[in-house]
């Protein structure tokens, strides 16, 4: 079987159902956010961090599959089953969430991305699923997108934040916090 079809020559391609939207339909757009998404869940996965964050990780990366397998089907014409995701996957990222917040310091300032490579592509990451959400929410307004989509990429871009942060306490890399440079006469708030 050869990866290329040639379908897709002339700016088309088709959802699950068979169902041909431009390559730059909002579907499109969204799932294929979610797969760059998922690759750079990857990276992170592939840096030297604990065994238990790249478990996480990787069942964070089958739930994308999921999410891209849902925002690739044609909800009027797709008879394939989807994958569910489910309201246990976003609780995990929350559970995950309150155990990496036990070990850190109360946050008291915005963070720079940035302090070692991994934990920059933590931010990069989450930069991209806030994209990722802010597609899927536009989506949702003129199709149905299942609401849990948009609840676990929520949660998700949170997840990775702390996760960013929680390495930068295991690597003992001071956080890069940022301090707002306001001018001797403007008042501060």
């Known amino acids: 079987m050869k990866i290329y079809t040639k379908t897709g020559d002339k700016g088309l391609t088709s959802l699950i159902g068979g169902t041909r939207v431009p390559k730059h339909h909002i579907r499109i757009e969204s799932y294929g956010t979610v797969d760059e998404l998922n690759s750079y869940i990857g990276l992170i996965g592939d840096q030297d961090i604990d065994a238990h964050d790249k478990e996480v990780l990787k069942q964070i990366q089958d739930r994308l599959f999921t999410i891209g397998a849902s925002l690739a089907a044609d909800p009027e014409k797709s008879k394939m089953v989807i994958p569910d995701l489910e309201l246990e996957d976003v609780e995990l990222l929350e559970s995950e969430m309150d155990t990496m917040n036990e070990s850190l ?36 307004e003129e199709s149905t997108v299942d609401e849990k989509v948009n609840i676990y990429l929520n949660r998700l871009s949170d997840y990775l934040f702390t996760l960013a942060r929680k390495l930068a306490n295991d690597y003992k890399i001071p956080e890069n916090q940022w301090v707002p440079r306001v001018k001797k006469n403007e008042k501060k708030y």
């Open 105 to 140: 310091p109360e946050l008291r300032h915005f963070i720079l991305p940035g302090g070692n490579n991994v934990i920059s592509f933590c931010h990069i990451a989450r930069c991209v699923c806030r994209r990722a959400e802010r597609i899927t929410v536009q989506l949702a």
